[in-house]
């Protein structure tokens, strides 16, 4: 065969090559065997790496043969290509622990063009799952293997490695250091094909022009629109066969948001023209390259709606550049994204999140209908200002959240227990401020007439307003703005993620400005009045839940101590009321009351913050706590383990990333799961229910949310019964929760 040749023929080379160049280091001595032995001559080195240092019978654990690569040099994939050789693993394991296949991770197309490869520069992690028998008894085991491989740069060398690693019998699993890359690694592994998202046809184009022939491949994705899949830079990577080979190059015919067709060409060396292909599929997904392994039954001629031919140079003009252009019949990406931001803005409004600050613009509104429309207008654009100011200073926190290499969430600010401190004394001052307590705008009056009620909604209030709606809106996560923002987060782009984030202050701002630009529409408001003061008295109250909701979210962070917030959340109280009694509304004793006023701030903030709350001192302890009994629902941690033992035995897995801080968590999700008809289902099929606490917003668990094309919580996960169809992400509503995809 042609490959047999060029395989040989670089075999060859790299023999001649090695024996002609003096200046090389020495392989090292050839064992009893005549493999090589010394690891020091290796252009790649190969180390053994375990997801758990110690684990209990009957589990499954990962092994990870990581690799990493000289620069320059690089190895092959399982198909190696019209070149190279694939990496081989021979273990030797002790009786009761049995190795399953190599994972391989998603592989690159290696030049020279003219001897296309596939393989790996820089590094890899090659993964196979290893199960432990139900009756191994306690103790420690050694597990060692012989990798062997080719590398090349200019030349080719076949080298091995004899790698080990210790693993624990115990009676409970402990992971290792080595989890976090292991798991890393597993996302690059290419997906089982999933019917209900990908519709796979192929056909030959023409008959057989001697020993090769064109194929004409087409994927259609059908989920909905929570994976941004980009069609543009489509692949194919097949599987190796020695029948017949599908030739590296590719010809790409048509690329849209949810289609591609591609050309190939299959030359066969023996038997029939083949019935059906497998590989990979290779496409993006923002800024990540993803594969999905699939199978297409060929048929002798295109279905009946399909077109095989097509313009090749249409994909070349399908996408500007990844995640901004548009496909040919397709809808524009960004575009489509910042619709999603636009709306998912604009439903914010009517959260539990934001609702206390509704009630100060409906205040504003009507203490503002008689002014001037250009006042009015000004305050309406300086609200406006203030929120998109503050979704500005939030994209700059993604913004370096990323440069920094970590991955940002939607409300990740709530995991701090320093900002929760600081709303929670924000809102709080609010919350006073509403029932009268004191006046924002220092020197202000007591309002006794319902006209003067204007004098408090000036540029500053009106400024103050967009930023507190912006900061109590993101706890929140509304319907489609899971999906934009899960755009914006995974773009490697500054300008998209703030676009985005832009547009999501448009949506949240948008109502008031078109409003107040709207001075006819003021007029059906009712007169300012009497009414007016008690309804915000009244609003003082939802605010004044706000901070009952911040305290219990300053709980999960603080625990008993928690006290010593609420004790100074008293003084700040007796603060502001002897600030608005003596200094705004008194004439005599300000300078004692001012000095009041300091002793007690100052006395409260090192006695009570500092001195018991220890408020800046974060918990090192990050690990979700443990799920609490709720209802009839037999809620269990989430990790990534406990998902792959429950998928291992065959059992529907629900997943519920929720957060002590997340109100629509807490007020719609958690009340529709936990209802007795969904209690019901689960215990009759048998699932396993996980419970991901995101309260202090784990590393772990940002990236298990960004792999479903969210950026927060409340995110619910379903996985049915068959162990490869991929996870879902699922909207649970009481109407319809009841039909869980589980099955």
């Known amino acids: 065969m042609q490959r047999f040749g060029v395989i040989l023929g670089l075999w060859l080379f790299a023999c001649i090559s090695t024996c002609s160049q003096a200046q090389l280091p020495s392989f090292g001595s050839l064992g009893s065997s005549g493999s090589l032995t010394s690891a020091s001559a290796h252009h790649t080195q190969a180390k053994l790496e375990l997801s758990a240092d110690t684990v209990k019978p009957g589990d499954t654990i990962w092994a990870g043969i990581d690799m990493k690569m000289d620069p320059g040099w690089h190895t092959y994939w399982k198909n190696s290509g019209e070149a190279g050789m694939p990496t081989k693993i021979t273990w030797q394991l002790p009786p009761g622990i049995t190795a399953g296949d190599i994972q391989w991770p998603l592989p690159e197309k290696l030049p020279p063009v003219e001897v296309t490869t596939y393989g790996y ?77 990908w519709k796979n046809t192929a056909w030959w184009e023409k008959p057989a022009d001697n020993d090769t022939r064109p194929l004409i491949i087409d994927q259609n994705y059908l989920g909905i629109i929570t994976r941004f899949v980009i069609f543009a830079n489509a692949d194919f990577y097949p599987d190796a066969s020695d029948e017949f080979e599908v030739q590296p190059t590719t010809e790409k015919l048509t690329a849209t948001s949810s289609e591609f067709k591609l050309r190939l060409t299959v030359k066969k060396y023996s038997g029939d023209w083949p019935k059906e292909i497998s590989g990979v599929v290779v496409t993006e997904s923002i800024n990540n ?58 439903i914010l409004n ?12 409906i205040l504003g509104f009507v203490g503002e209908a ?74 202000g009056a007591v309002m006794d007439a319902a006209g003067k009620l204007a004098s408090r909604h000036g540029a500053p209030g009106a400024f103050f307003n967009g930023v507190l709606a912006t900061a109590l809106a993101t706890p929140c996560t509304a319907p489609v703005l899971a999906t934009a923002l899960g755009f914006a987060f995974s773009q490697n782009r500054p300008a998209i993620i703030t676009l985005i984030f832009l547009f999501v202050g448009l949506g949240l701002a948008a109502p008031y400005v078109l409003l107040s630009c709207n001075p006819a529409l003021l007029k059906f408001l009712p007169k300012p009045g009497l009414w007016m003061q008690r309804f915000k008295v009244a609003m003082g109250f939802p605010m004044l839940a706000t901070v009952v909701w911040l305290f219990n979210v300053a709980s999960d962070d603080y625990g008993a101590r928690v006290f010593w917030l609420g004790v100074f959340l008293v003084v700040l109280a007796l603060a502001a009321w002897i600030y608005g009694e003596f200094i705004q509304r008194g004439r005599h004793g300000k300078g004692i009351a001012l000095a009041l006023i300091l002793l007690l701030l100052g006395g409260g903030y090192a006695y009570a913050l500092e001195g018991q709350l220890h408020w800046r001192d974060m918990t090192a302890d990050t690990s979700p706590s443990s799920p609490e009994a709720s209802g009839d629902i037999n809620w269990q941690a989430w990790s990534p383990d406990a998902v792959a033992q429950a998928r291992a035995a065959g059992k529907p897995v629900l997943v519920d990333f929720t957060a002590r801080w997340c109100v629509t968590c807490n007020a719609i999700i958690k009340p529709a ?11 009759n099929i048998g699932a396993v229910t996980l419970l991901a606490d995101y309260t202090r917003t784990p590393q772990a668990m940002t990236d298990e949310i960004a792999k479903y094309g969210s950026a927060g919580v409340p995110l619910v996960l379903v996985y049915p019964k068959k162990p490869g169809a991929t996870g879902h992400r699922f909207a649970p509503t009481l109407p319809v929760a009841i039909a869980l995809p589980l099955q």
């Not at 070349?316 to 524009?332: H, I, K, L, N, Q």
């Not at 539990?352 to 600050?357: G, M, Y």
């Not at 799961?673 to 215990?683: M, R």
């Open 121 to 197: 520069e820089k590094e890899t992690m090659l993964l196979v799952p290893l199960t432990i028998a139900s009756n191994l008894p306690p103790g420690q085991l050694d597990l060692k293997a012989n990798v062997s491989w080719l590398e090349c740069k200019d030349v080719c060398i076949p080298a091995n490695q004899d790698v080990e690693a210790t693993l624990t019998i115990g009676t409970e699993t402990k992971t290792s250091a080595d989890v976090v890359a292991i798991d890393s690694w597993k996302q690059k592994v290419p997906q089982s094909n999933n019917p209900t998202e």
């Open 289 to 346: 390259r993803f594969g999905v392994v699939v199978n297409f039954p060929i048929s002798g001629q295109p279905p009946i709606n399909g077109v095989a031919a097509a313009s090749p140079t249409s994909a070349a003009t399908s996408f500007a550049s990844a995640g901004m252009g548009s496909g040919t019949g397709g809808t524009p990406a960004l575009p489509l994204m910042l619709f999603y931001a636009f709306i998912g803005g604009l």
């Open 370 to 443: 008689r002014s001037e429309p250009r006042r009015v207008r000004n305050l309406g654009f300086l609200y406006g200002l203030g929120v998109l100011a503050s979704f500005l200073v939030l994209a700059g926190i993604v913004i370096g959240v990323e440069a920094a290499g970590h991955r940002a969430g939607w409300g990740m600010q709530f995991g701090n227990p320093i900002f929760v401190v600081c709303l929670t004394i924000l809102v709080t001052l609010v919350s006073l401020n509403l029932f009268g307590v004191f006046e924002i705008a220092p020197g």
């Open 350 to 361: 009517i959260m539990p999140c934001v609702l206390p600050v509704i009630a100060l613009k």
């Open 673 to 683: 799961l936990e209802n007795s008809a969904i209690a019901a289902k689960l215990k």
